[in-house]
């Protein structure tokens, strides 16, 4: 097991920014009846300090999660693995994309992402480190959605992040064929209290 | 589920206390999101909502209690015995909630209910899709911390749940969570499993 190096992230690519820009472009053009446009007043303040770190912690998430699904030790994976991890790879370029659209409009500098080298030995390995930063990662965003400053302005574009998260984890649960009671409610934390476990998820039991 | 009926009643309230001590420590510099400790509060709106979704919860306690009695495989039963406490739980701590935001608890007749295996599943299915829903609206747009984390949390476990139905039913492998819904329109989709419901 290799504990996750970290070197500088390449420059966001022009493509994920084309897409962000076309999907946006797709939303305006959808909107653009005029009886509808007229009341349509898109949010562009700046983040406060507080929304601005719950979106920052956010972004890192994502951009961990994404190494996670990419690392994912295909040959050794079972078909119905595969695809899950296919389809929640693709959840969450679409939540990162989002993201950054997020903090483009609402002047957030998040810091410079990190990128993970991860070695997996095997599926079991593997779906056990999923799990544990899933479980870090609704945790923390529950801590995000109620502390939010401005839910207004962002909780109908993050809630559908955790939604997914949600469902994810259900299915790495599956998955890992996980027999213990299931859990009734989630148990909001506060980013800080997680980001350890972001910071090097492999070394604390993955 | 049977750690015990304290776990059971406090287990939503232990959650919110938890968000409020851990995110609202002062003497904390790392806290990055700060609640000022209180007791519950909500809009009005948002304790009616409760209200509603309350019932709601309640439907859905009886309906995964009656497919798991449906049940023909013992592992199937066992599934969905479980998935009903996980709503009893739910229930109980939905209306500590409610109470404590100065709320009162109306009361639930069950409407009818299929009694075929196959039915009792698609028929909860379709409900536990509508309550997905509303919760996931109410997470977004609730203003009050309390009620808000208490939607987040139960969206997550409906989230869960779909996908146990999609697991018993084989048909999605990935759950995906249900679009949005008004709390209004969750009702007026249920109304006629729901009986009476409390109205602003």
């Known amino acids: 097991m290799r504990t996750p190096a970290r070197r500088p992230a390449p420059a966001p690519g022009v493509t994920r920014a084309t897409a962000v820009g076309l999907a946006l472009a797709g939303l305006a053009a959808a909107v653009a009846r005029p009886s509808i446009a007229a009341a349509i007043s898109v949010n562009t303040d700046p983040a406060t300090p507080n929304d601005r770190t719950a979106l920052g912690f956010m972004h890192l998430a994502e951009t961990l999660q994404i190494a996670l699904y990419e690392a994912g030790p295909a040959s050794r994976l079972r078909p119905a693995t595969r695809r899950f991890v296919t389809a929640a790879l693709a959840q969450e370029r679409a939540h990162l994309a989002t993201l950054e659209a997020i903090n483009r409009r609402h002047a957030v500098d998040p810091d410079r992402p990190s990128v993970y080298d991860f070695a997996f030995a095997g599926e079991t390995q593997y779906l056990r480190t999923l799990a544990r930063v899933e479980a870090a990662v609704i945790a923390g965003y529950g801590g995000v959605i109620v502390g939010i400053e401005a839910p207004s302005v962002y909780l109908a574009d993050l809630v559908p992040i955790v939604a997914d998260e949600m469902a994810q984890a259900s299915v790495i649960a599956a998955l890992l064929d996980a027999d213990s009671p299931p859990a009734a409610f989630t148990d909001p934390r506060p980013p800080a209290a997680i980001k350890p476990i972001l910071d090097d998820p492999q070394s604390v039991g993955g | 589920v049977t750690s015990g009926k304290v776990t059971r009643r406090g287990a939503l309230a232990a959650a919110l206390a938890t968000t409020l001590a851990s995110c609202g420590s002062a003497d904390d510099t790392s806290t990055l999101i700060s609640l000022p400790p209180r007791a519950p509060q909500a809009p009005g709106s948002e304790l009616l909502s409760m209200r509603q979704l309350l019932l709601a919860e309640r439907l859905q306690q009886a309906r995964w209690a009656a497919a798991a009695t449906a ?104 759950p995906v969570a249900p679009p949005p819904l008004a709390i209004d329109d969750a009702i007026v989709r249920l109304g006629p499993d729901l009986g009476t419901v409390p109205r602003g």
């Open chain 2, 71 to 174: 049940a023909t495989s013992p592992r199937v039963r066992r599934a969905l015995e479980r998935e009903a406490a996980v709503e009893e739980q739910h229930v109980q701590a939905i209306e500590e909630l409610v109470i404590s935001l100065g709320g009162t608890a109306d009361p639930f007749t069950p409407g009818p209910i299929p009694v075929q295996p196959a039915a009792a599943l698609r028929d909860l299915r379709r409900i536990e899709q509508t309550v997905a829903g509303a919760w996931r609206g109410a997470a977004s747009g609730f203003v009050a911390r309390e009620t808000r984390a208490a939607a987040l949390s139960l969206l997550g476990t409906e989230i869960r749940q779909l996908g146990v139905l999609d697991t018993l039913l084989g048909t999605s492998p990935l």
